[in-house]
C-alpha cells in the first residue's frame, strides 16, 4: 500500500478542537512543513503536544500565536517569550511536566497503557490535584498517558509503506509520538524504493505510519539556527 499523498490530502481529517502531538526538540525532528500546512487550513481549538513551543514566529508557535491552540502540553517554554506572554494573559492554557515525565506519558499511550506511577515531584507543588498512590510504602504519583488524535513527525527517509528513518538527534520525541497518534502523518525529506530500507536500520515501522508526505523543499527553517551557533 503505497502511503504517499500530498499534504492537502493528509492533513483533510485534521478538526477543530484535536488533539496533536507535534515531534521534535527545538528545530530538529520539528515537522515544519506539516504545522505550515495545518496553519493554512485553519483549523483552530487545537490542544497541542511538543516538548516545546519552538521559537518565536516558527513552528507551533505560528499556530499559536495566531490564536488556533487553546492548549499546550509540554515542557518548558523558555525559548519562546511571546508564547510566555500569552500564558501569562491567560491566551492560552500551558500545561507543564518535566521533560522525562513528558516522554514517559506519551510512551505509555502509545504501549496502550493507562498511566505511569513516578515519585517525581512528590514533595512538590507537581503532586498538587494529582493522584497519588502507596505501594508496599512506597508514594507514587498516577500520570495518565497521553495519546492524540493525530501525531505529525519528521523523518529522514521513508519507503511508501510508511518505514521511517530519523536521522541524528531528529530522533528525540518522533519514534514515541508514531505509537501514540490515532493517526500519524509523517514528512519526510528522502522517499526510496520498497525494498531498499535495511529492516535493521528501521526507527519506526510502517504499521504505525497512516500518510507520508514528501517535503518538496528543505527550508531555511530547518537549518541551524543562528543565535544557537557558535
Do not use: W
Not at 23 to 33: E, L, N, Q
Amino acid at each position: 500500500m503505497d502511503k504517499c499523498i500530498p499534504i492537502e490530502k493528509a492533513l483533510e481529517n485534521l478538526r477543530d478542537g484535536d488533539c496533536v502531538m507535534v515531534g521534535g526538540f527545538g528545530v530538529p525532528g520539528t515537522p515544519f512543513t506539516l504545522i505550515n500546512g495545518l496553519l493554512e487550513r485553519g483549523t483552530s481549538g487545537l490542544t497541542l503536544i511538543k516538548n516545546e513551543a519552538n521559537e518565536d514566529g516558527m513552528g507551533i508557535s505560528k499556530l499559536i500565536e495566531a490564536g488556533r491552540a487553546r492548549k499546550l502540553i509540554c515542557s518548558h517554554l523558555g525559548l519562546n517569550a511571546t508564547v510566555i506572554g500569552m500564558m501569562n494573559r491567560n491566551e492560552i492554557e500551558v500545561e507543564f511536566y518535566p521533560q522525562g515525565i513528558l516522554a514517559e506519558k506519551i510512551r505509555a499511550g502509545g504501549a496502550g497503557l493507562i498511566g505511569i506511577l513516578t515519585d517525581i515531584g512528590m514533595d512538590t507543588i507537581l503532586k498538587e490535584k494529582k493522584r497519588c498512590i502507596e505501594i508496599n510504602g512506597q508514594r507514587a504519583i498516577f500520570e495518565p498517558a497521553l495519546r492524540a488524535d493525530v501525531a505529525l513527525i519528521h523523518a529522514y527517509m521513508a519507503d511508501p509503506l510508511g518505514n521511517l528513518v530519523y536521522r541524528k538527534s531528529a530522533r528525540n520525541f518522533n519514534p514515541l509520538m508514531a505509537t501514540a497518534g490515532d493517526t500519524v502523518i509523517a514528512e519526510v525529506e528522502k522517499i526510496v524504493d520498497i525494498g531498499d530500507l535495511d529492516p535493521e536500520h528501521v526507527h519506526t515501522p510502517g504499521a504505525f505510519v497512516d500518510h507520508v508526505v514528501v517535503i518538496e523543499k528543505i527550508t531555511s527553517e530547518y537549518g541551524v539556527l543562528k543565535h544557537h551557533a557558535l
